[in-house]
């Protein structure tokens, strides 16, 4: 059986992220999204699943379907309210429950290895083809879980602070850790640092990081689900703003041995419009991969 994509597509919790997601970067008008789906389809991803929010699903289902893409598409939708039984929506809660949260959606509608992106995130040819091959090994196995990293250096933006999953791996190439930074800038030295309510840290500019481009196998819905829970009685009870994010889940399997998840490499570029100044950086990238041959002038 083939791989499913999962695209996490809600938005980000503001009607600027749902538009930025359709927002035309390539010669014709094709955003981010079009060149990961081209890119997943390809690589043999059988079938595309979309996590959006059911206030913008008609506008995005019109430019976003399985009649555009050539390939099987379903949706599904996140929003506060989707909760495990016997919890509500905390008072004054209104944003998101985070990109775990997002992954859950999807439980009922996926049951073989896949892999979820970000819409706004541009990955890379070769990530996708070195991520469906390693998932096509993963058919029938549990706590095969993998990600593709990035170096620090290439993901970063001119333009503001950005947030990166910061990885460390064992000798056999599989996650031992990924702790969330935010506020992560350049320094007058050429470097990188992240600043918290400590201060700022430097950062190895050839750290590898997460750009929420993970693989797994269908076990990662049960496991979440009991994480869920648990959040929900835990941090969420005390900060209204706590995300359930997909690093919380992963590093917690690998420290309880029920998931190794392999970091795995490829000569990719990753880039995305953190910015509206970003825009126009990603746009010549665009044109120069159109240009080398790795896209056609018009996708679809």
Known sequence: MKPTLLVLAAGMGSRYGALKQMDGVGPNNEAILDYSIYDAKRAGFGKVVFVIREDFAEAFKKVNNTEKFGIPVEYVYQSLDKLPEGFSVPEGRVKPWGTCHAVLMAKDIIHEPFAAINADDFYGKEAYEVLAKYLTECEGKKGAYSMVAYKLRNTMSDFGTVSRGICTADAEGNLQTIVERTAIGHTEDGGAAYTDETGSHPLDMDSLVSMNFFGFTPDFFEYSEKGFVEFLKGPAQTNIKAEFFIPLMVNQSIHDGSAKLKVLSSN????????????????????????????PNNLW
């Open 268 to 295: 990719a570029s990753w880039f995305g419009v953190t910015y509206k100044e970003d825009k126009p950086e990603v746009m010549r990238k665009i044109r120069e991969l159109i240009e080398k041959g790795v896209y």
